[in-house]
């Protein structure tokens, strides 16, 4: 009696159970993917953070020790040339640039690389409304600045570093958009670039973002309430 040879193939049991293995794989191995992108975003944020915080400190070693005299970005721009503003000191000569990403692009060798923060990128251009300010991130200078204006102890545009009285404490650049790095249940993460040079992602709410990104020279975090 002649042996059956059988077909090659799948069951349908076999590939049912294939199919399971394959959606519990995804199951489990999408959120990593997805945590693992958000990271790479966050992080690329942050380095292009560092090389801006740096320039700026490369900036001041080369005009009197001072903080940039310029806007925080395009949206508030300086229109130099600047001869006077009331209560921000002005570095001797400097008749200030446009904004920071203007005063020290030079002393940042991949400056257009950089410019944007790699969250602010949709279907792999930079959204519009980013675009139209120049740049991802906020200088801290009250010229023409409701925010920083609300808060004038904070302003570093044409300051000393001798001004600072806690380096470490003051940012000096932050996310324009901090929101770009939500955290879940209200909370984001906020880049900051400080005076001392370092930088730092902070877990915060809007309130506290406005705190950690409104302190004083002297340190201090002003009070807000939204």
Not at 180 to 185: D, R, T, V
Not at 202 to 225: F, H, L
Request: hydrophobic share 35%; net charge positive.
């Amino acid at each position: 009696m002649a042996i059956q040879k059988r077909n090659k193939g799948f069951t349908l049991i076999e590939l049912l159970v294939v199919i399971a293995i394959i959606a519990i794989l995804a199951a489990i191995l999408f959120p990593v993917f997805a945590r693992a992108k958000k990271i790479a975003l966050l992080n690329g944020c942050l380095n292009n953070m560092k090389q801006w915080t740096t320039g700026v400190l490369m900036y001041m070693d080369d005009y009197n020790g001072r903080f940039p005299y310029c806007g925080s970005s395009k949206d508030y721009a300086h229109k130099p040339p600047i001869t006077t503003m009331p209560g921000i000191p002005q570095p001797a000569g400097r008749g200030g640039s446009p904004t920071l990403y203007d005063a020290v692009d030079k002393y940042v060798g991949n400056a257009e690389a950089i410019r944007y923060c790699p969250a602010t990128l949709s279907g792999g251009a930079i959204e519009t409304w980013k675009k139209s300010v120049g740049w991802s991130y906020w200088y801290l200078c009250a010229h023409n600045n409701p925010w920083t204006s609300k808060y004038p102890d904070s302003a570093l545009c044409g300051y000393a570093m001798s001004d600072v009285k806690n380096p470490s404490a003051k940012p000096v650049i932050i996310e324009r958009d901090s929101s770009l790095h939500g955290a879940g249940g209200g909370l984001f993460t906020a880049n900051r670039g400080y005076c001392d040079g370092h930088v730092k992602g902070w877990k915060v709410d809007q309130a506290g973002n406005t705190r950690t990104g409104y302190v004083g020279r002297d340190g201090t975090e002003p009070v807000v309430n939204n």
